[in-house]
């Protein structure tokens, strides 16, 4: 089902994103693709998390963010560390357990943006642990 999804080809159509950086440690930032819906703080949001390899340009974290503005959602889609042509942005890599970047985007979302209303979704089982981050601050 994958690969016949992969060589199908889908039609996405999305704004051009809003290129955003969060300083998650005081000597690393990770870059994330925004895509708002017009009033966004009355709009969740779904932050996305990709898989190995992947980055936010992937077709298939654009494909969520096509559905999730569609649905009424605000997509944030997240470059991993050292993903997505960011490797200057940082000394340490990419691996899939590392979730506080993850959980620090949640909560600079909320206290930076007033967005009170978060899903992450991740390619790799690391949702069950971001699941419990707040976006309280």
Known sequence: MTVWCWAAGRQIHLPE??????????????????YWQPDRRTHPVLLALHGLEG??????????????????FNAVL???RNCGGTEDLGPGLYHSGLIDDAAFVIRELAAA???????????????????GTSCAT
Not at 61 to 71: E, F, I, Q, T, V
């Open 113 to 131: 943006d007033g967005l009170d209303r978060v899903v992450a979704g991740s390619s790799a089982d690391r949702t069950s642990r971001i699941s």
């Open 78 to 80: 997240l470059n991993q």
């Open 17 to 34: 994103p809003e290129a955003r950086l969060f300083q998650v440690t005081p000597d690393t930032q990770v870059l994330a693709h925004c």
């Open 55 to 72: 980055s936010s340009a992937a077709h298939y974290m654009r494909g969520l963010a096509d559905k999730a503005l569609k649905a009424g």
